[in-house]
């Protein structure tokens, strides 16, 4: 009798163990990659960005990070702030005059620290004319547009 039972209940067990994983990889397929899949820390320990893979991924804020190693994957979970880009990723430039432009993450700079993408060279040679009153009108614009649709600014 105990054998008649426990095969169907390990079988049950399978499936929805089975279905659950299923979930959960279609969660993850269906879900933002960050930074078209450039791995965050390469910006900082390799100075230029590298293409991350799916054999190293965090999520974080809902978001897919990619990475091209175990260790810049432990890196970012380590501290995650001290990796994703400023202004959530919208092109810095933008941002310093009340606009949110896609951030193009091979247009990028590391000032003091941070992570700032522009739109594209052209908008970052006006960046780079004035990278600190830049910095600080995109720091007094972000908080009052960061949770504004892009169309509306």
């Not at 279905?19 to 791995?39: N, P, R």
């Not at 990723?89 to 700032?116: H, M, Q, R």
């Not at 006006?126 to 509306?152: C, E, L, R, T």
Request: glycine share 8%; charged share 20%.
């Amino acid at each position: 009798m105990m054998k008649k039972l426990l095969l169907p209940l390990l079988a049950l067990m399978f499936v929805a163990s089975a279905s659950a994983t299923a979930v959960q990889a279609e969660e993850i397929v269906h879900s933002t990659v960050g930074v078209q899949g450039y791995g965050l820390v390469s910006y900082q320990t390799g100075k230029r960005p590298v293409q991350g893979n799916g054999n190293h991924l965090v999520t974080h804020d809902g978001v897919n990070y990619l990475f091209s190693s175990a260790d810049n994957q432990e890196a970012f979970k380590k501290n995650p702030n001290k990796y994703l880009p400023a202004y959530g990723g919208w092109c810095a430039f933008g941002v310093s005059v009340n606009k949110k432009f896609i951030g193009d993450p091979t247009v990028w700079e590391i000032v003091d620290g941070k992570l700032y993408f522009n739109l594209d060279n052209s908008i970052k040679s006006m960046w780079v004319k004035d990278i600190p009153g830049n910095i600080k009108k995109a720091d007094a614009n972000w908080p009052k547009i960061k949770n504004k649709h892009y169309s509306d600014l």
